[in-house]
């Protein structure tokens, strides 16, 4: 109950019991290394520089390669490399409960296999879209008021490239109409778009600019 941040928190508790010391909201510039190529330490966006004698990194690989270690061929090759799918992700407090949705759900599109090189090949959102559904609240109480749901939609989509003529405002707009057609459609609900509440979004820029992916 309460959410995966709930683990977080755990672990946190139980580090900081052993001496750990957490700091937030503290950027890492960069991953220092000796002469030899190991890993001593970083240096945060502040300008200060924190040495260790390990550094364990969980940013993405890419992302590690190509801005906080110093560069190397790897790092190129990485860059070269084909890409997994990006995602917009939708984020809803319902003011009801949607019985009709289980704790995970998942939407295929009918052409699905023709949706997945859109994804892959065109880096886009398909014309027709498959999208995973998951209502946190089937499981975990606290995850939404009495009477109420919880929802998080998943809709892949191809990752940042190149490609200048992609707009993600329209995308969007796009995933976010289809999914509730879909879902209104399929389970037969005369007006989910109304059950919205409040809404959160992430799309393939917020990926990139807030979590380096």
């Not at 946190?12 to 002469?35: C, L, M, P, W």
């Not at 019985?99 to 859109?118: C, I, K, M, W």
């Not at 498959?130 to 919880?150: E, H, I, L, M, Q």
């Amino acid at each position: 109950r309460g959410g995966f941040n709930k683990v977080l928190q755990a672990i946190e508790s139980v580090a900081v019991r052993h001496g750990a010391k957490f700091n937030y909201n503290s950027d890492v510039q960069e991953i220092t290394v000796d002469d030899e190529g190991t890993a001593r330490g970083v240096k945060l966006s502040n300008g200060d520089t924190i040495t260790s004698d390990v550094v364990i990194c969980n940013a993405d690989l890419v992302y590690a390669y190509n801005r906080l270690l110093p560069k190397t061929r790897y790092a190129e090759t990485l860059g070269r490399r084909e890409l997994a799918s990006s995602s917009i992700s939708f984020y809803w407090s319902m003011n009801v409960v949607v019985p009709q949705l289980e704790t995970h759900n998942v939407f295929l599109a009918e052409d699905y296999r023709g949706s997945f090189d859109q994804i892959f090949k065109h880096h886009t959102l398909p014309d027709q879209p498959s999208f995973y559904v998951n209502v946190p609240s089937r499981v975990d109480s606290t995850a939404a008021p009495d009477g109420r749901d919880t929802i998080v939609v998943l809709v892949p989509v191809g990752h940042i490239s190149d490609r200048t003529d992609v707009d993600f405002d329209l995308l969007v707009k796009r995933a976010r109409d289809q999914v509730i057609d879909t879902v209104q459609k399929r389970l037969k609900i005369a007006d989910f778009r109304s059950m919205i509440d409040h809404e959160m979004i992430n799309d393939p820029r917020t990926w990139q600019n807030e979590f380096n992916l």
